[in-house]
């Protein structure tokens, strides 16, 4: 017979962690992470992504980059999100903000160290892009093997 105990440490164990990717807008590289998280992880980890602050569109040139590069279109799966509007995550990835990046509580927190491809042209964009993905993927291997 199994307890109460045993049953919530063992839906613990089989829960997939959370992670949050931040940035202070959550327009561009954290929705390119989300998005790339599905996509790629989605069988190892949760994919939220979230800022201090939102703007009304996810940038249109990651939109754009994202469907060409992966065939994702962010406008149909996702919109921006303060941090209070995701589950509190397992690990916090901060995306390399150039400006005080918000902190969230986290059991493993990680600062990728992006920088922002907003303005830049579509071979900083696609760099920006591959470079996430690499980092989505070495994630996800790094969780599996926990």
């Excluded at 327009?27 to 703007?55: H, M, N, P, W």
């Excluded at 939109?63 to 209070?84: A, F, P, W």
């Excluded at 160290?113 to 993905?133: C, H, K, V």
Aim: aromatic share 6%.
């Amino acid at each position: 017979m199994i307890n109460n105990q045993e049953k919530t440490e063992t839906n613990a164990m089989d829960r997939k962690p959370k992670v949050a990717f931040i940035c202070v807008h959550n327009s561009c590289r954290s929705q390119i992470a989300e998005a790339l998280g599905r996509e790629l992880a989605s069988d190892v980890f949760e994919s939220y992504s979230a800022g201090t602050e939102i703007k009304a569109l996810i940038n249109q040139d990651a939109v754009r980059m994202m469907k060409k590069l992966h065939g994702i279109d962010m406008n149909l799966t996702q919109y921006s999100k303060l941090i209070e509007d995701i589950p509190e995550p397992d690990i916090v990835i901060l995306m390399g903000c150039n400006v005080s990046c918000p902190i969230l509580p986290g059991k493993q927190v990680e600062n990728w160290g992006l920088e922002d491809p907003t303005g830049r042209d579509d071979d900083f964009f696609a760099g920006t892009i591959y470079e996430i993905e690499e980092k989505i993927l070495d994630l996800k291997v790094r969780l599996r093997n926990k």
